[in-house]
Structure formats: C-alpha cells, structure tokens
C-alpha cells in the first residue's frame, strides 16, 4: 500500500541545535515528495518538493530535504533552528494529478 | 503569485444549520482544488477532490449529501457543511492545484476555515 510515514510525532530541539526530521514513504515508483510546515491554527507552507534530479533538495527558511531511493526515505534538515521554527511538519508524496498523501506530522518544540 | 484564500476563517453555528467555506485561487486559474479536514494535533485527511464543471470526487468514508462541493468556475470551490452537528466541528482546508509554469502539479493551501458546531 502507498503511504508515508514520520516516525517521530514529537521532536525538542534547542534553538541554535541542528534539526532533522525523519520521512519515509511507500510506492512503487519514484513520487513527488513535500515538505509542508504548519503554525497553528494556520494552513500549509510549502517548504521544499522534489520531482526528479538532484536528490538534495533546498528550501525556503534555511531547509533543505535530500531524497535517497534506497532507503525509501526524504528527510528534511535545518543546520540551526530558530524560535520560529516551532511548529508542525508534514511530509507529504503524490503519485499522480495532485492527489496528496501525508504523513502524521511531527511536531517540533524549540527551547532557548 | 499561487495564492489561495479562504472564506470564512472561523464560524461558529447551531447543530442543524448549514455553514459554506469558500475556497479562491487569487491569481491562477485551479481546475482541481482538493478539501481538507484536519483534527487537532492530527494530520489532514483528504475529503475531497474538486473538478472545474464536474462533480467531486469524494474518498470513502465520507459522506457526499453531508458535505457538498461546487467548483463553478476556475477560481472558486465551495464546501458546504449541511445539517452541521458537533462532531463535524473541525478545521477545514483547502488547497488548490497550479497545473501552469515552474508551479506544475503543486498544491497551494489557504489558510483553513475553523468550524464550530454548538
């Protein structure tokens, strides 16, 4: 079955710490790949998406995303997270015209 | 450019009326736009997929008589809520797809329309 999956629903990160959120995702064939943050109550931002090419994907707000076939996976990192930060992160694929599929999310916490 | 509007952004309403979200693509032309549900602390759930002149596609489970979409022109689709009840209290958002230029077969997402059903 397709699907995507965060493993991780929870992350605390200090602020000025590295940040790597995990995806990984089941299809057949290679799938577009989002990266969607959400502030509360708000709706999605795209981050970043990759369709083909370089697996190493840059985004908007210093995030960048690399796509590894073998391991089914497309985790999304920042170097040095800022207060802003916080908030929930959706990885998301599609197979076809649009229709998305997310994952759970994986809400991040920033401490000072 | 690709922004997506939504209308209301909150509405609060009796158990057994009617509510309408609208959904507006601002400056492109969305021949599919797709509404979301999404619970607190939840992730979103697909309700539906929206065709320019033609009906919607509902995923299972939910209820199309319960839920109905109109997307009568390119830039507008609306969700309505009808005989609302507490449980369809929720957030709901709507996303609009740019088939055109370097935005090919993104979503852009309004901001959501947070349902309130006493």
């Known amino acids: 079955a397709q699907s995507v999956t965060q493993p991780d629903i929870h992350i605390t990160v200090s602020e000025g710490a590295s940040l790597e959120l995990r995806c990984n995702y089941s299809?057949?064939?290679?799938?577009?790949l989002f990266w969607y943050v959400q502030s509360p109550g708000q709706g999605l931002q795209l981050l970043l998406k990759y369709f083909s090419g370089d697996t190493l994907v840059q985004g908007i707000k210093g995030f960048e995303a690399e796509f590894k076939r073998s391991q089914s996976s497309f985790n999304l990192r920042k170097p040095s997270v800022h207060w802003s930060d916080a908030a929930e992160y959706f990885c998301a694929f599609t197979d076809s015209w649009g229709k998305l599929q997310f994952g759970a999310g994986t809400q991040v916490v920033v401490t000072p | 450019g690709a922004v997506v509007s939504q209308h209301p952004s909150r509405v609060i309403c009796k158990s057994g009326t009617s509510v309408k979200i609208e959904c507006r693509s601002l400056?492109?032309?969305?021949?599919?736009m797709f509404w979301y549900r999404q619970f607190p602390k939840k992730s979103l759930m697909l309700m539906a997929t929206?065709?320019?002149?033609?009906?919607?596609?509902?995923e299972q489970g939910v209820e199309k008589d319960k839920f109905l979409i109109n997307h009568a022109s390119l830039t507008l689709s609306t969700l309505t809520v009808t005989s609302a009840h507490p449980e369809d209290s929720s957030f709901y958002i709507c996303?609009?797809?740019?088939?055109?230029?370097?935005?090919?077969?993104?979503?852009?997402f309004g901001p959501g329309t947070r349902l309130t059903v006493l």
């Open positions: 996303s609009a797809l740019n088939l055109a230029g370097v935005s090919y077969n993104e979503q852009f």
């Open positions: 299809y057949g064939a290679t799938p577009y």
């Open positions: 400056d492109f032309q969305a021949t599919t």
């Open positions: 929206s065709n320019e002149g033609s009906k919607a596609t509902y």
